[in-house]
C-alpha cells in the first residue's frame, strides 16, 4: 500500500497553560484536497505552522512518504516539497513579481530563467500573470497568484492555504478552485484552511475538525450538510438571524462628493464619493481592500481631515474634525483586517489596556485625574471577554497572544459595549469561526434594531446580503448608487467589484 503523504501522529503543542494542539493525528493522501476546520483559537495554524516547521512540536511525530521527518525551518519543509500561501501577503510593492519571486526562492536562479518559468507555470495553472509587473500595480487576486505562483515554481506535493479566499470576488475564487483542483489531479496534495463551509463542501475530499485542540471528527464534507458541519465545528447548530421590523430614523451620516488623494504611494484616491445613512440602517459597502477603502475609513475616522461640509455627522459638519472630536459626537469605528493588529489593537498591550485605548472617551471614569482607573477598566474588558466569547486566559493576556479570530471578537465586542450613535465597521467577521460570525452579525442587526445608524464596509459578499438594508460598491476609489438589497444579487454586485458599475447602473 502506498504510505500516506503526510501522516501526523500525536502532535502536541503547549504555550503556557494553553494546549493549543493535543494528540493530534491525521492522514492525507497524494493529490488529496484535505478541509481543517474548526473555530477560533481551535489549534489550525498551530498545527500548520508545525508542518511548515515555523514551530517545534512539544510531542508528536511527522511522516512524509512513509518516512519519520524533523522540520526545522521552512527551509526544510520547502526542501520536502511543502509549500505554504500564507493569509497576510509578504511581497515588496516596489519590486516587479520576478523580482518578488527570487528573492523567495532557495536556490539562485537568473531573473529570465525564472521569468520564463513564471510564464510556464502560471500559464499551465491559468492563474495569468506577468513577471515584469510592479507589484504595487496588482489587484489583491493579482497578488495571491503570485505567492501561489511561487509556491508552485518549487513543485510542491503539499500545499498549505490558510484561508485563501477571504479577499477574492466569487469569480476569482471559482478560477483559484480550478487551479486546485488541476494541482491536486496531478498528484499534489493540499490542506485548506476556512470557516466558508460551502467551499470546503465544494472543494475538499475529506475534512478533519479540530475542537479545543483535539480532533473532534473527521468527514467528507459532500457528504454532509452545511448545517452538520457547523455543528462538529462548534459543537451546537448555528441560530437563525432575526431581523426585527425597524422604522428608520434621522439621517446620522451623509457624505457629500468627497474626494480625497491618497497619502500611501500605493493607495487608491477617493473620487466624488456620496453616500448617506439613517438611525436603524445598516448600509453595505461591498468591495476589495486596496479600492479605496482604507481611505474612505481614514476619512470617516477623522485620521484625514476633508472639507467640513463634505461629512455630516450626527447633526454636525465634521469633515475637519480629529477622531477624539468625531468619537465624542458618538462615532464608534472597529477597523480590521490587515490592520486588526497595528490600528484595531496594540499587540503588546494587554486587553484591558486595549479597552481603555477607544473605550476612555465614552466613559470618562475609566481614567480619573489623569490615573487609570485600573478597576474600572479590567472590569469592561471582562464583561467583554464574557459576553463576546473571547478565548483567553483573562484581561491581562496580551492582544499579541490571541487567535486573530478571537482577537476580532474582543475588538468588535468592545466598540458594541460603547452603544454608539453611528458605527462604521469594517471587515467585522475577517477570519471569525462560523458561530462567532453569526453571533457578531445579529449583534449588528440588534444595533440597528436600537436605532444606531451602521456603515458596514465587507469583502464578504454574504455577509452584507445577511445583515444590510442597502448595497453600494467601493471600486477603484469610485462608490455605486446604493440600492435595496433586495433589488440585486451577488452575481450582479460581484460584477460591479471590477468597477463596471456605471454602464448597468444606467
Ligand atoms: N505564540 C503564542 N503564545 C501564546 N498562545 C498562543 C500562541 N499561538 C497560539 N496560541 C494559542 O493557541 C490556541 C490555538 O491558536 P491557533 O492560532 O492555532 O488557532 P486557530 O484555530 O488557527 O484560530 P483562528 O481560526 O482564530 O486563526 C489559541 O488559544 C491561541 O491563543
Known amino acids: 500500500m502506498t504510505p500516506a503523504r503526510l501522516k501526523l501522529n500525536g502532535m502536541t503543542k503547549t504555550y503556557g497553560s494553553m494546549r493549543a494542539n493535543d494528540d493530534i493525528s491525521l492522514e492525507i493522501a497524494a493529490g488529496e484536497i484535505h478541509a481543517l476546520l474548526g473555530e477560533n483559537g481551535a489549534g489550525k495554524s498551530t498545527l500548520m505552522k508545525m508542518i511548515y516547521g515555523v514551530t517545534r512540536p512539544d510531542a508528536g511525530v511527522i511522516e512524509w512518504n512513509g518516512q519519520p521527518v524533523t522540520i526545522n ?21 516596489t519590486l516587479t513579481v520576478a523580482e518578488n519571486i527570487a528573492l523567495a526562492m532557495d536556490e539562485q536562479v537568473s531573473l529570465d530563467a525564472l521569468s520564463a518559468r513564471i510564464i510556464e507555470v502560471s500559464e499551465h495553472y491559468g492563474l495569468p500573470i506577468a513577471p515584469q509587473r510592479l507589484v504595487h500595480h ?3 487576486g493579482e497578488r495571491q ?42 498528484g499534489c496534495s493540499i490542506v485548506y484552511i476556512s470557516h466558508k463551509l460551502d467551499e470546503i463542501q465544494a472543494l475538499c475530499h475529506h475534512a478533519t475538525v479540530l475542537r479545543h485542540g483535539q480532533v473532534s471528527g473527521t468527514c467528507q464534507p459532500k457528504d454532509e450538510t452545511v448545517a452538520h458541519l457547523a455543528q462538529m465545528m462548534i459543537g451546537q447548530s448555528l441560530p437563525h438571524y432575526e431581523h426585527s421590523k425597524v422604522t ?9 462628493h468627497l474626494s480625497i488623494a491618497t497619502d500611501d504611494p500605493f493607495g487608491v484616491s477617493l473620487n466624488d464619493v456620496s453616500f448617506s445613512v439613517r438611525a436603524g440602517e445598516i448600509l453595505g459597502i461591498a468591495g476589495i481592500s486596496g479600492n479605496g477603502q482604507a481611505e474612505l475609513l481614514a476619512a470617516l475616522s477623522g485620521e484625514r481631515t476633508s472639507q467640513a461640509e463634505m461629512i455630516h455627522m450626527l447633526g454636525c459638519d465634521a469633515g475637519h474634525l480629529r477622531p477624539m472630536q468625531r468619537r465624542q459626537l458618538g462615532l464608534g469605528l472597529c477597523f480590521v483586517p490587515e490592520e486588526r493588529l497595528g490600528k484595531g489593537a496594540v499587540p503588546a498591550m494587554s486587553l484591558a489596556e486595549n479597552a481603555l485605548l477607544t473605550a476612555y472617551s465614552s466613559m470618562p471614569n475609566m481614567l480619573s485625574k489623569g490615573m487609570m482607573q485600573l478597576r474600572v477598566i479590567r472590569d469592561f474588558a471582562e464583561r467583554c471577554i464574557e459576553r463576546f466569547k473571547v478565548k483567553c486566559d483573562s484581561a491581562d493576556s496580551l492582544a ?7 482577537l476580532q471578537k474582543f475588538i468588535m465586542g468592545r466598540e ?76 450582479q454586485i460581484g460584477v460591479w467589484m471590477s468597477g463596471l458599475f456605471e454602464t448597468d447602473a444606467a
Do not use: Y
Not at 400 to 406: A, D, F, M, R, T
Open 400 to 406: 499579541s497572544s490571541l487567535s486573530g479570530g478571537n
Open 73 to 93: 525551518s521552512p527551509k526544510d519543509a520547502r526542501a520536502l516539497g511543502i509549500g505554504m500561501v500564507f493569509q497576510h501577503f509578504s511581497l515588496f510593492e
Open 138 to 140: 496588482l489587484s489583491v
Open 248 to 256: 428608520l430614523g434621522e439621517e446620522r451620516l451623509s457624505v457629500k
Open 416 to 491: 458594541i459595549m460603547l452603544a454608539p450613535a453611528l458605527m462604521v465597521v469594517a471587515q467585522p467577521t475577517w477570519g471569525v469561526d462560523v458561530g462567532a460570525a453569526t453571533f457578531l452579525r445579529q449583534q449588528l442587526l440588534d444595533l440597528a434594531a436600537q436605532g444606531v445608524a451602521i456603515v458596514l464596509l465587507s469583502e464578504e459578499l454574504d455577509e452584507i446580503f445577511q445583515v444590510a438594508d442597502r448595497i453600494a460598491v467601493l471600486a477603484q476609489g469610485r462608490l455605486s448608487p446604493a440600492v435595496d438589497i433586495d433589488s440585486t444579487t451577488p452575481d
Open 145 to 186: 497568484r503570485v505567492e501561489i505562483v511561487r509556491c508552485l515554481l518549487q513543485n510542491p506535493k503539499l500545499l498549505i492555504m490558510d484561508e485563501p479566499t477571504s479577499v477574492l470576488t466569487p469569480q476569482a475564487v471559482e478560477k483559484l478552485f480550478e487551479t486546485l483542483r488541476l494541482l491536486a489531479a496531478e
